[in-house]
């Protein structure tokens, strides 16, 4: 198992010389792992804010199903009761994170192409020759947060599943919580210049 301590990483912290990190990006070989033996897990969101500081004040959010409503309203300029039951995307408070950036750039790329599944699910469901997807390629800035899940946080059915089929060469791991993710486990953020969309099948470039 990649275990690593935080100051191998970051810079040193007195109150956390004890936080231990999975890494799947580092293991290259291990194939039996224990993420109970963890206190963190590295994971990394996708997506396309309008305002990065927000992030490091609130968080990563997770966002009610009205909360959402309203913001596809705003986004689409359509009114609520039309929003609503335009898409079959599940009606859950959560948020993702790849355990591999590769994949986020590489297969999961309409987080950074779109943004949020929810809000992608619409636009394809509102379908007018591709603007509303237009609309998503064109609102905020393609960002990449990399954090520091706390294991407590994340259900123990996914840390089971993991921990059970753990392959060290696979891309395809991600997990979520049903709960917004505090500020104080965002790492850092990035803006990737190449992401590729797995709807036109092509890289985009981040101008």
């Given at each position: 198992m990649v275990l690593v301590k935080l100051d191998l990483f970051l810079k040193k912290s007195s109150h956390m010389l004890n936080k231990q990190i999975f890494i799947h990006e580092n293991n290259f070989s291990i194939n039996k792992i224990s993420l109970y033996d963890c206190t963190h897990i590295r994971g990394y969101h996708a997506c396309r804010p309008i305002d990065i500081s927000s992030y490091y004040t609130y968080g990563i959010c997770a966002f009610t199903e009205k909360e959402k409503q309203q913001k596809a309203s705003e986004i689409f300029g359509k009114p609520i009761e039309e929003i609503v039951g335009l898409t079959n995307y599940p009606e859950?408070?959560?948020?993702?994170?790849?355990?591999?950036?590769?994949?986020?750039?590489?297969?999961?790329?309409?987080?950074?192409?779109?943004?949020?599944?929810?809000?992608?699910?619409?636009?394809?469901?509102?379908?007018?020759?591709?603007?509303?997807?237009?609309?998503?390629?064109?609102?905020?800035?393609?960002?990449?947060?990399?954090?520091?899940?706390?294991?407590?946080?994340?259900?123990?059915?996914i840390l089971d599943d993991i921990n059970?089929?753990?392959?060290?060469?696979?891309?395809?791991?991600?997990?979520?919580?049903?709960?917004?993710?505090?500020?104080?486990?965002?790492?850092?953020?990035?803006?990737?210049?190449k992401m590729f969309d797995p709807f036109f099948r092509f890289t985009r470039i981040n101008e």
């Open positions: 859950k408070e959560e948020v993702y994170f790849a355990l591999s950036k590769e994949d986020l750039l590489k297969e999961s790329g309409h987080y950074l192409c779109y943004g949020s599944e929810y809000f992608l699910s619409i636009a394809r469901s509102l379908n007018k020759n591709g603007y509303y997807e237009d609309l998503l390629l064109k609102r905020g800035t393609p960002t990449i947060f990399t954090c520091d899940i706390p294991i407590h946080l994340i259900n123990k059915y059970n089929n753990y392959d060290p060469k696979s891309l395809d791991y991600g997990i979520w919580i049903n709960q917004t993710l505090p500020p104080k486990y965002i790492i850092k953020h990035e803006h990737p210049k």
